[in-house]
C-alpha cells in the first residue's frame, strides 16, 4: 500500500512538471459524440437554463460558437444532438480552426466509416439520425448541414473575435491544452467576451490550474452535473497514462475544496 501511494505521489508530481514545462503542440485530431455524459448535461441543464431567456417556442435561434473544430466532428454531434431532442429548436453554428485544409473537409462533410467509429462511445443509432450512408461514404444529412457554417478563424486573434458577436454556447475544447500557457490565457479571455449576459462554456481540454483560475477570474460558474461522468469519458479518450502527457487526465477527486472547478467542464455566465 505504502509503495502504491509512494508511486502515485511520483505520478504528480511528474504530471505537474510537464504542465509547467513541456513544450505545447497543436494535433489535428477529432471524435464524433466524444463525450456523451457532457450531450446528457447540454440536453438536461444546459438548453432549459438557456429557454429561460424567452426561447420557449424555439423560433429565436441557438448561437453556437465552435473553435478548433478540425474537420467538423463537434460541431457535426452537436447538431445532430441538438435536433434529436429539440427539433424545434432553430440552430446557428459558426465553426472554426486555424488551418485551412482541415476546414475545407469540413465543408464538405462527407467522411469514411473508420473516420465516423473512430470514437468508443458512437452507437448506430447515433450514426443512423447524423450520416446518410451513400456509395460507402458516410455523408452528413442536410438538415444537420444547414445549420452549420466553417471557417478559418484564430481565437488569438483579438480583431477577429471582436467581430464575431455574442453567442449562447461557446465551445473550445481539446485546444486550450495545446497551446503555451501565455496564450491559452489569451485566448479564454477572447472565450470570455463571446458570451451573451446568459450564455455556457464548453471548456474540457485545459490545464487543470489555469481552469479555477480563469473561471473565478471571468465570474464563471461550474455546472454541478455529471461531472464525474464526463471527466471519465475524457479519461477513456486519453488514455491511463494521464502523467506523462500534458494533456493527460488526472484520476478524478473531490479531495479539494475547489474540486468542482478543476474536473467541470461546463460554466455558466449568468
Not at 40 to 69: N, T, Y
Not at 79 to 88: A, E, N, T, Y
Not at 105 to 119: I, L, N, P
Amino acid at each position: 500500500m505504502k509503495s502504491t501511494k509512494f508511486w502515485n505521489f511520483l505520478r504528480h508530481i511528474k504530471y505537474a512538471l510537464i504542465v509547467r514545462f513541456a513544450p505545447r503542440k497543436n494535433r489535428v485530431y477529432t471524435q464524433f459524440y466524444r463525450f456523451p455524459h457532457q450531450f446528457k448535461a447540454l440536453v438536461e441543464k444546459v438548453v432549459p437554463f438557456l429557454h429561460e431567456k424567452d426561447r420557449s417556442s424555439g423560433d429565436k435561434p441557438l448561437e453556437i460558437a465552435v473553435f478548433a473544430c478540425c474537420t467538423g466532428a463537434e460541431p457535426i454531434t452537436f447538431s445532430s444532438v441538438l435536433q434529436q431532442h429539440f427539433p424545434d429548436q432553430a440552430l446557428k453554428i459558426r465553426a472554426f480552426d486555424i488551418v485551412d485544409d482541415v476546414i475545407e473537409r469540413a465543408k464538405k462533410s462527407v467522411f469514411s466509416k473508420d473516420e465516423v467509429y473512430c470514437g468508443p462511445f458512437v452507437s448506430n443509432e447515433f450514426v443512423e439520425q447524423t450520416f446518410d450512408l451513400i456509395d460507402g461514404e458516410y455523408r452528413v444529412k442536410p438538415r444537420i448541414c444547414s445549420t452549420i457554417t466553417f471557417a478559418v478563424g484564430n481565437m488569438l486573434d483579438k480583431k477577429f473575435m471582436d467581430e464575431l458577436g455574442k453567442y449562447d454556447l461557446v465551445m473550445a475544447q481539446n485546444v486550450l491544452f495545446h497551446l503555451p500557457r501565455p496564450q491559452a490565457r489569451v485566448a479564454f479571455a477572447n472565450l470570455t467576451k463571446l458570451l451573451k449576459p446568459k450564455a455556457a462554456l464548453f471548456i474540457n481540454g485545459m490545464d487543470i490550474d489555469m481552469r479555477v483560475e480563469l473561471t473565478q477570474k471571468y465570474d464563471l460558474q461550474p455546472l454541478d452535473y455529471l461531472v464525474e461522468e464526463i471527466h471519465e469519458d475524457a479519461r477513456l479518450d486519453r488514455g491511463n497514462a494521464w502523467a506523462g502527457t500534458y494533456y493527460g487526465r488526472k484520476p478524478f477527486s473531490r479531495s479539494s475544496k475547489d474540486w468542482l472547478r478543476k474536473y467541470c467542464t461546463i460554466y455558466y455566465k449568468e
